[in-house]
């Protein structure tokens, strides 16, 4: 059990059950349909984590992609929270290969109130002592998280990268183009 | 950040957002009805790790629920790879306090084939070096584990515990009562 990536490899399909029309992307993708792709039905991640957004330039829902086989868009397509039926875009996190990966969630918009420091997986906040279903702001120090709006790792996905927005989120506009709430109630790592 | 966890507490309501009937539970629920719940469509875990149920007496599918707020059924229902519209039945999850979780993935059913040993959280088997999309059987030592059919803790989840079934899931009809697959590609732990 170790970490086996050495660079970025994902598979995509326009039919279910990878069939049909295929296409191996090792980097960034704005927009599959470049690729005379409709859209895309089913995946596979050979290697590292990316993340997908709903549109094309990285725009819409987002959601990350690990390692492993994801037959249908609700396979990828995050909690039935919301119901994405495409994925139009995608690129690698680069920077989930820090084997350190520290955050700080503050109560309030602008990095004010009570503070909370994170380098772990937390599938409860409330869990783990932060007394609010919200999250007002947030700073990236190393590495990658994702973001839930609900426990157990469900809901709204929000992608925090060290090396995007400088690792700076300062409320909840900044989470991702479609966030219009700063509820998030789990948050854990993203690694390779 | 610890765990404040002294006892175990879920309080669920007949409309979403917390509002209608409510009722608190303290211990295991096997039929909701019986409560004069027709459905509970919003909850709200205070205490404790909790597995709900589709179906009475702990039937159907199955999703673990953690410390938080959970506003609709679509928050507690796990991944839209399937449409839970219900929690009928819901209980402590008592083993998850376990301050260590060990656990045995076998490829095979019966404890045979390649084995694992996991003691931390893996969104992705295959990025851990499990070289397959599924797991035969497997034996909880200690604590408790959530798997779920897809990489980043999405799709069906199959709650697995060291105090029941002695621990031993031998293979994949003992996984849940709904299995249909041994489809498994992420697994982590479950604390309170």
Same mark, same amino acid.
């Given at each position: 059990?170790?970490?086996?990536?050495?660079?970025?490899?994902?598979?995509?399909?326009?039919?279910e059950?990878?069939?049909?029309?295929?296409?191996?992307?090792?980097?960034?993708?704005?927009?599959?349909?470049?690729?005379?792709?409709?859209?895309?039905?089913?995946?596979?991640?050979?290697?590292?984590?990316?993340?997908?957004?709903?549109?094309?330039?990285?725009?819409?829902?987002?959601?990350?992609?690990?390692?492993?086989?994801?037959p249908q868009c609700d396979a990828?397509?995050?909690?039935?929270?919301?119901?994405?039926?495409?994925?139009?875009?995608?690129?690698?996190?680069?920077?989930?290969?820090?084997?350190?990966? @520290?955050?700080?969630?503050?109560? @309030?918009?602008?990095?004010?109130?009570?503070?909370?420091?994170?380098?772990?997986?937390?599938?409860?906040?409330?869990?783990?002592?932060?007394?609010?279903?919200?999250?007002?702001?947030?700073?990236?120090?190393?590495?990658?998280?994702?973001?839930?709006?609900?426990?157990?790792? @469900?809901?709204?996905?929000?992608?925090?990268?060290?090396?995007?927005?400088?690792?700076?989120?300062?409320?909840?506009?900044?989470?991702?183009?479609?966030?219009?709430?700063?509820?998030?109630?789990?948050?854990? @790592?993203?690694?390779?």
């Amino acid at each position: 059990i170790s970490n086996t990536c050495q660079f970025f490899s994902i598979i995509v399909y326009d039919e279910e059950c990878f069939q049909g029309r295929h296409h191996e992307f090792t980097s960034e993708c704005c927009n599959v349909m470049e690729f005379g792709f409709e859209t895309v039905r089913s995946l596979r991640v050979e290697s590292g984590a990316w993340v997908g957004y709903e549109h094309g330039n990285y725009q819409g829902h987002q959601f990350v992609l690990e390692r492993g086989e994801y037959p249908q868009c609700d396979a990828f397509g995050g909690s039935n929270a919301y119901h994405i039926e495409r994925m139009t875009s995608f690129r690698p996190i680069s920077c989930a290969n820090h084997r350190e990966c @520290r955050m700080t969630i503050y109560e @309030r918009e602008n990095y004010l109130g009570r503070k909370g420091e994170l380098s772990d997986d937390y599938p409860s906040l409330q869990a783990m002592g932060w007394c609010n279903n919200e999250v007002g702001s947030m700073r990236v120090q190393s590495g990658a998280f994702v973001c839930y709006q609900f426990p157990g790792y @469900r809901g709204y996905q929000y992608i925090m990268e060290c090396d995007r927005h400088c690792g700076e989120y300062k409320n909840f506009k900044e989470f991702g183009s479609h966030c219009q709430t700063p509820q998030i109630q789990s948050i854990r @790592r993203i690694q390779q």
